[in-house]
């Protein structure tokens, strides 16, 4: 049987650039002969993209509440990990996710304030102790990422809160990176598109040791 292959995922927060530097990670290892599968959450699979669709499309009759949203993103995981993530790494696949868990402690439990102790026995309940073997955190001021994002147009019924929040939520990565700086390594996003995709090859070649 093929050894396991190696999960990474892209986290940070709004017009950070990390689905932008996607194809630059998946080329990394494409280059270094590993067959490479590229994922977004939550969403992923065909019932987990439904559920990203009730989590992003804001009802006009009914506001989602934050518990609802913790619960719905964990029941998309849960999906993804299972049927598709899980079924490529035992191949010796590269799996590379745009966002995962880091985005959860972040945005659910620093953005929204529900307490970390709570994230941590749902996630037990919904992949176990299952966790990336790098994580990319893309790290621009909010400012500089709220700009980007408002460049190109439109919003999601989560981008539409208000800059407390990003704020709560930039923090929220930045505590938890320094905290396992094993596991998650802090990109500098805030230059060009290749001066950040050439900080993501050094930083892969680094950490992997290809
Ligand atoms: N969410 C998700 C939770 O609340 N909890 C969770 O557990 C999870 C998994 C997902 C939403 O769900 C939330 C977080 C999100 O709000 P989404 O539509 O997938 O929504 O949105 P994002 O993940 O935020 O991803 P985006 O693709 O919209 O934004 P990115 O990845 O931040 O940025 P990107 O690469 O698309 O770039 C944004 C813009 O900036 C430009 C790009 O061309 C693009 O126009 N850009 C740059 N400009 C200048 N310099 C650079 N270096 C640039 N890089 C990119």
Do not use: N, W
């Not at 986290?11 to 270094?32: H, I, S, Y």
């Amino acid at each position: 049987m093929a050894e396991r292959g190696f999960f990474i995922t892209l986290e940070g927060g709004e017009g950070c650039g990390k689905t932008t530097q996607v194809p630059v990670v998946a080329e990394f290892f494409r280059k270094r002969g590993f067959e490479v599968v590229c994922t977004r959450e939550p969403g992923g699979t065909k019932l987990a993209e439904q559920i990203r669709a009730v989590l992003l499309t804001k009802d006009p009759d009914e506001d989602l509440c934050d518990k609802s949203e913790l619960l719905l993103m964990y029941a998309a995981r849960a999906q993804l990990v299972e049927t598709l993530i899980k079924p490529h790494l035992a191949q010796g696949k590269v799996v590379i996710s745009d966002r995962f868990d880091l985005s959860t402690i972040a945005y659910q439990g620093a953005g929204r304030g529900i307490p970390l102790a709570e994230i941590a026995a749902l996630r037990q309940v919904a992949i176990g102790d299952f966790a990336p073997d790098l994580t990319l955190l893309f790290d621009v001021p909010v400012a500089t990422g709220m700009a980007r994002m408002r460049a190109r147009g439109h919003a999601d019924r989560i981008e539409q809160a208000g800059p407390e929040f990003f704020a709560r939520i930039y923090h929220g990565f930045m505590d938890y990176a320094q905290s396992h700086p094993e596991q998650v390594a802090i990109i500098d996003a805030t230059g060009d598109i290749a001066q950040v995709s050439a900080l993501v090859e050094q930083t892969l070649t680094q950490r992997l040791k290809l």
